[in-house]
């Protein structure tokens, strides 16, 4: 059965072939072998965990591992971070444009909140702890969050910021009348990710 690539994998493909021509394939079956390992080895995780693992932990990991093969560790971190980058840009774009929708900017933190429960919920490893949810705030503290600890399990949890500055750049300046604040994540070394989406 052959595997859906993830935004990741595709990117990964893309500078091993535009920046090591020559060591392409071999770098291509290093990544796909470390990917299968690391799927083998959380094969057991919840089918929600598994929506974070396939998509986006396991495949960072992989790539970034298989990246310090041919430049620095900090280069191979610096190109990752840039393969999250671009979907996040990407990604923050296609809201915005949403978001011209007059009066659709209310419905953000109500839509914040559900996705919280069912994508970022405890079943998929996330501890959650809501603050404020209704008229026009959603403030959560997560207390635990899989990509930090899987990142961490793999002594990659430099990696985790590459996640944490995505939600930034996505959710960042998408409407005059939204404001999204964080001042702590755990991939950057804090106790909690203190996550907030307000209507001004």
Same mark, same amino acid.
């Given at each position: 059965?052959? !595997?859906?690539?993830?935004?990741?994998?595709?990117?990964?493909?893309? *500078?091993?072939?535009?920046?090591?021509?020559?060591?392409?394939?071999?770098?291509? @079956?290093? /990544?796909?072998?470390?990917?299968?390992?690391?799927?083998?080895?959380?094969?057991?995780?919840?089918?929600?965990?598994?929506?974070?693992?396939?998509?986006?932990?396991?495949? =960072?990991?992989?790539?970034?591992?298989?990246?310090?093969?041919?430049?620095?560790?900090?280069?191979?971190?610096? *190109?990752?971070?840039?393969?999250?980058?671009?979907?996040?840009?990407?990604?923050?774009?296609?809201?915005?444009?949403?978001?011209?929708?007059? $009066?659709?900017?209310?419905?953000?933190? $109500?839509?914040? /909140?559900?996705? *919280? !429960?069912?994508?970022?919920?405890?079943?998929? =490893?996330?501890?959650?702890?809501?603050?404020?949810? $209704?008229?026009?705030?959603?403030?959560?503290?997560?207390?635990? &969050?899989?990509?930090?600890? %899987?990142?961490?399990?793999?002594? &990659?949890?430099?990696?985790?910021?590459?996640?944490?500055?995505?939600?930034? %750049?996505?959710? @960042? =300046?998408?409407?005059?009348?939204? %404001?999204?604040?964080?001042?702590?994540?755990?991939?950057? $070394?804090?106790?909690?990710?203190?996550? &907030?989406?307000?209507?001004?």
């Amino acid at each position: 059965m052959k !595997r859906k690539e993830t935004y990741l994998s595709r990117d990964f493909r893309e *500078t091993a072939a535009q920046r090591f021509p020559a060591r392409a394939k071999e770098l291509n @079956t290093a /990544f796909d072998m470390r990917l299968s390992a690391l799927l083998a080895e959380n094969a057991d995780a919840s089918k929600e965990k598994q929506y974070h693992l396939k998509r986006q932990i396991l495949p =960072g990991i992989a790539a970034y591992e298989t990246l310090q093969r041919v430049m620095p560790k900090e280069e191979a971190l610096q *190109t990752v971070h840039g393969y999250v980058e671009r979907l996040a840009r990407t990604s923050h774009k296609q809201l915005a444009s949403l978001l011209h929708i007059p $009066g659709l900017y209310r419905l953000v933190p $109500g839509v914040f /909140f559900k996705s *919280t !429960r069912s994508v970022f919920g405890p079943a998929a =490893g996330f501890a959650p702890k809501e603050l404020q949810t $209704g008229n026009g705030v959603w403030r959560v503290d997560m207390m635990k &969050c899989p990509y930090h600890d %899987i990142c961490t399990e793999y002594g &990659c949890q430099e990696l985790c910021r590459c996640f944490c500055d995505s939600d930034d %750049i996505s959710y @960042t =300046g998408l409407h005059p009348k939204l %404001i999204w604040e964080r001042s702590m994540t755990l991939g950057r $070394g804090n106790d909690r990710c203190d996550f &907030c989406m307000k209507v001004r």
